[in-house]
């Protein structure tokens, strides 16, 4: 049975911090790359960060880069993946989702085809 939990969301103030945590199982996703993506209230889900399959690479959207930072641990065939979310804006008020892609590198951000339920993120002002 394929999971993608998360975990970490919560309400947090402007400039706070808070860590996400997405265990993935069922899949050999220890060789999959994976992502974040959000989904803010009346606009369309859209990409966050990824990591590589090994860690070794990432990729943030620009309206991230410099304060989150994604990593991950595989152990056998499982992957937990982590997004550190720093310096919080209010604009980053979301549902994040983690997501896999089914390949070891980053590449389309449309492949990723296994998703979890998603957890949310409030950010006050």
């Known amino acids: 049975q394929v999971e993608l939990v998360e975990s970490g969301g919560g309400l947090v103030q402007a400039g706070g911090s808070l860590r996400l945590s997405c265990a993935a199982s069922?899949?050999?996703?220890?060789?999959?790359?994976m992502g974040w993506f959000r989904q803010a209230p009346g606009k369309e889900r859209e990409f966050v960060a990824a990591?590589?399959?090994?860690?070794?690479?990432?990729?943030?959207a620009d309206s991230v880069k410099g304060r989150f930072t994604i990593s991950r641990d595989n152990v056998k065939n499982t992957a937990t993946v982590y997004l550190q979310m720093n310096s919080l804006k209010f604009e980053d008020t979301a549902v994040y989702y983690c997501?896999?892609?089914?390949?070891?590198?980053?590449?389309?951000?449309?492949?990723?085809?296994?998703w979890g339920q998603g957890t949310q993120v409030t950010v006050s002002s």
């Open positions: 997501a896999a892609r089914p390949y070891p590198n980053i590449g389309n951000r449309n492949e990723f085809d296994y």
């Open positions: 069922g899949r050999t996703f220890s060789s999959y790359a």
């Open positions: 990591v590589s399959w090994n860690g070794y690479m990432t990729y943030y």
